[in-house]
């Protein structure tokens, strides 16, 4: 068996084993658990430093999951109404979410997924080749985006397929893959998943990130490997509280991926979901956080700001007001210094 299956086989899903390694009351663990399995690999378990820090909060069941308040849905992106077939979401125009793997090498406690966490979504063999129908029958797309669950997860032979199947469409450009594996099981990384990925390109992965402690040796590694393929990579990173709502922990956390060659894409303020309430911070934490980015670190290490619309709106993206006033053709802004320019406009043709 390949290295990282044995982590997966063995991560820790039990309630009460988690209770003894942290000493904490094993009723509440197994209340949540039934609700809301965990999963956790004992690679990522290691780099839990002490109860409720960044990763312990991230994947550790917590009492206040099932304290939740009405506002919170089970499916808040509406991808059930965008659904195209058992494996297409699509609600852009020219791009839609392929949804290959229903199974996660860590179950996130934030999760968007997390309504399926009791009963991960099985994809058949069916549902994927009606999929790639789909993208094959549908010509305004141009940019496929691998999701799930963790398509990682996938075999590397099953992985091959599916990108052998949409890269048959003339029309289809690039195909990214969205995936947390590189951070949570940079065991997945091997050298035989980089020979059939770099047979795909133009592809592009984008990476789960939430705290510059995941990037230690072995996923730094990782992200080489992937980079050296010539595989283009980005971040995706969940505003949440305790986590990274802050400032400084969210600026060494963009440098952290700059240096390891993944350039940040997504800040995704929390979804709306059941069972994630202590996790949501105000809108006003993430434009503190863009706002405290602009200027003071390199334009790279800015990520958009978005929300995910509830009701499947797709993502809008927030951003720090810098116009103070107009006047006529002039604009008084403020840079990110908080000092006062003007800029004279011409009038619209
Ligand atoms: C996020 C998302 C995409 C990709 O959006 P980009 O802004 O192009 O990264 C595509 N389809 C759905 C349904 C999405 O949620
Ligand atoms: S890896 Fe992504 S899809 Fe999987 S549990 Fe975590 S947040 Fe959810």
């Given amino acids: 068996m390949e290295k990282w299956k044995k982590i997966l086989a063995d991560a820790v899903c039990d309630p009460t084993e988690l209770a003894e390694y942290f000493h904490l009351p094993p009723e509440d663990l197994h ?31 917590d009492p206040a999951e099932l304290t939740d308040s009405s506002e919170l849905m089970n499916d808040p992106l509406g991808e059930i109404r965008f659904k195209k077939s058992e494996a297409i979401v699509q609600k852009y125009p020219d791009r839609c979410l392929f949804l290959v793997s229903g199974e996660c ?5 934030f999760c ?9 979504f099985i994809i ?4 994927i080749d009606e ?3 789909y993208i094959a029958n549908h010509k305004e797309l141009r940019d496929v985006l691998i999701s799930g669950g963790d398509p990682l997860l996938l075999d590397d032979d099953q992985i091959e397929y599916i990108l052998q199947g949409i890269c048959q469409n003339d029309h289809i450009k690039i ?18 998943l980089i020979k059939v990925l770099k047979k795909y390109h133009p592809l592009y992965m984008n990476i789960h990130f939430n705290h510059p402690a995941e990037l230690d040796g072995t996923v730094c590694k990782a992200l080489r490997r992937l980079a050296d393929a010539g595989i283009v990579l980005g971040s995706q990173t969940v505003l949440l509280k305790g986590v990274n709502d802050d400032p400084e922990v969210m600026r060494q956390l963009m440098w952290k991926l700059l240096e390891n060659r993944v ?3 997504y800040i995704f303020q929390c979804d709306l979901i059941y069972g994630t309430s202590h996790f949501r911070t105000p809108l006003q934490t993430g434009i503190e956080i863009v706002k405290a980015l602009r200027g003071w670190s390199s334009g790279m290490a800015n990520a958009h700001f978005v929300i995910d619309l509830p009701g499947g709106g797709g993502k ?11 006047c006529g053709k002039y604009r008084k802004y403020r840079n990110y210094c908080n000092e006062e320019y003007l800029y004279c406009d011409i009038d619209p043709a």
């Fill in 124 to 127: 058949t063999q069916q549902d």
């Fill in 31 to 61: 209340k949540v658990n039934a609700v809301f399995p965990c999963r956790i690999p004992r690679t990522m378990l290691k780099k839990i430093q002490s109860p409720g820090d960044p990763i312990f909060r991230q994947c550790v069941p």
């Fill in 175 to 192: 195909i990214r893959i969205g995936s947390r594996a590189p951070a949570v099981l940079p065991e997945r990384v091997t050298p035989k």
């Fill in 131 to 133: 999929g790639l129908d």
């Fill in 316 to 326: 809008v993206p927030i951003a720090p007001d810098y116009l103070i006033e107009r």
């Fill in 112 to 120: 968007t997924r997390k309504r399926k966490f009791r009963q991960p």
């Fill in 105 to 109: 090498a860590m179950y996130c406690r």
């Fill in 263 to 265: 350039r940040p894409y």
